[in-house]
């Protein structure tokens, strides 16, 4: 495990086409560039074969011409979540639970990101906003369980999450305390021993969420610490977005459960559709073959490895099944 500082291997990253294409040999699109920011860990750039356009790490994060055609039905907001957020920062779209917006930004920009377009300006926080959340969540005894999201919520300080993740515990009626994170995924370093203690600190259940489509994302570094992280009694579930030429096969996705599982302890969770933000249509996979992937990994999987294929409908009390 490298001794650099989680937030030193963070700095080393690639926001411009110019050194993406020469690194990857591969070229990048402009004007895709401008309309959503390139932002690539040069640690997810050691995992993609260079000079192989089709890379499916790569065409996760390139900007390519299908990203600025105007396709119908594909929105800004495309899960309504403007209408779902009572106040500033914190986000309340299923009855018992409520997600918390930590930060705006990400490790990596994500070209699929149904969160691409969100106005974070109008959700920033401070301490004073953090106490209206922290009052709302007490107010309502049906939230059980609180979500760190964003953006990536474990690029916020931990001494800001410490202290949220400790108030939050004195709310009785919540149980569990959860993070929705892809930061380890590339930077595995992020699971520090200051991560473990606040986050193992309080009463509540800590879960993390992973953020993993392929299996090429696993390497043994993740692997390691995910290990460490479920003997430290942290729930590990993984989810993944269903991406038309990067993970649209059976294969695929039972590689991927399998590597998920077996070498890393984390649970195969969900399988979703694609959200239909604007600029991500190319990503798109027909609902037909989804269903015919979901039979074929019954038949190629334990029930257990098998994950959920769920689309999110804005205004529905839960995701559904496809």
């Given at each position: ?271 979703h559709a694609l959200d239909k933000v604007k600029g991500a249509a190319h990503f798109e996979v027909e609902k037909s073959q ?33």
């Open positions: 495990m490298s001794k650099k500082p989680w937030q030193k291997i963070l700095a080393e990253t690639i926001n411009d086409l110019e050194t993406l294409a020469k690194l990857l040999q591969v070229q990048p699109h402009e004007l895709a560039h401008q309309s959503f920011p390139l932002k690539i860990p040069k640690a997810w750039i050691k995992k993609i074969e260079k000079g192989n356009a089709q890379d499916p790490l790569l065409r996760q994060i390139l900007p390519v011409a299908e990203e600025v055609t105007n396709i119908p039905g594909f929105e800004l907001d495309p899960l309504k979540e403007r209408e779902a957020s009572p106040i500033p920062g914190l986000l309340h779209k299923y009855q018992s639970r409520v997600l918390l917006i930590m930060t705006g930004i990400c490790g990596i920009n994500c070209r699929y990101c149904f969160r691409r377009n969100f106005p974070y300006e109008e959700h920033r926080t401070g301490q004073q906003q953090w106490q209206k959340a922290l009052e709302y969540i007490a107010e309502h005894p049906e939230i059980n369980e609180v979500v760190f999201s964003g953006g990536d919520p474990l690029l916020a300080p931990d001494n800001i999450l410490a202290k949220l993740a400790q108030k939050i515990a004195e709310i009785h009626h919540v149980k569990t305390l959860r993070i929705h994170t892809r930061l380890p995924v590339f930077i595995p370093e992020r699971c520090d021993k200051d991560f473990f203690q606040w986050f193992t600190g309080t009463r509540l259940k800590p879960v993390m969420v992973l953020h993993i489509n392929h299996p090429n994302e696993i390497d043994t570094k993740l692997a390691k610490k995910m290990r460490s992280l479920k003997k430290r009694g942290i729930s590990l579930l993984n989810q993944s977005v269903l991406l038309k030429g990067i993970n649209d096969d059976a294969q695929t996705l039972k590689t991927l459960s399998e590597k998920l599982f077996f070498d890393c302890d984390i649970l195969p969770y969900y399988i989804a269903l015919q992937l979901q039979q074929e990994l019954q038949g190629l999987l334990a029930g257990y490895l098998v994950p959920k294929f769920v689309q999110e409908i804005p205004g529905e009390n839960s995701k559904k099944g496809l």
